[in-house]
């Protein structure tokens, strides 16, 4: 296998990886919050922040290193529509998934503080749910485009 082949199959993981693990951790992280069960709340938070640690960080790192590299490799400029709007839309997902970032760890935080302390959540970590599943709308939704452009780029 060439160089090419090998680093797109490692693109192609990992865009499966990175977008398996924000899909995954959001249903779990919005069932766990439908169930109100504090104690469930707060371990799939914790499970949900060590996911963006040691899957999502890594593959958002890694997809626009090894898709810059691949364009520049197969003499695609990096002002081609499709990945132009690509990398569009992928800043447009990374802007919405660091506040998520940020509430996962406050909310974690916040769930395991009324755990210790045999406590409802408070009405803040309802707001930050709130406003979680709403950034995770948008970068969703670039992500599907993300990986429609790059299967169908051809034709773009």
């Not at 995954?24 to 799939?44: L, P, Q």
């Not at 790192?61 to 529509?81: D, E, N, R």
């Amino acid at each position: 296998m060439d160089y090419y082949t090998t680093l797109k199959t490692l693109h192609i993981f990992s865009m499966v990886l990175l977008f398996g693990t924000g899909l995954g951790s959001a249903f779990y992280k919005w069932m766990a919050d439908r169930s109100g069960n504090v104690a469930h709340i707060a371990i799939t938070n914790r499970h949900v922040v060590l996911a963006d640690w040691i899957f999502t960080t890594p593959t958002v790192i890694f997809q626009p290193v090894s898709g810059i590299a691949l364009a520049h490799m197969a003499g695609w400029p990096l002002t081609t529509p499709w990945i132009a709007t690509s990398l569009v839309l992928y800043t447009l997902a990374g802007v919405c998934w660091l506040p998520v970032v940020w509430l996962q760890i406050r909310m974690q935080r916040m769930a395991e503080n009324a755990v210790r302390t045999q406590s409802p959540l408070p009405t803040t970590y309802w707001r930050m749910a709130r406003i979680w599943f709403w950034l995770g709308v948008p970068a969703f939704a670039a992500m599907v485009l993300v990986v429609t452009m790059m299967v169908f780029k051809r034709g773009m």
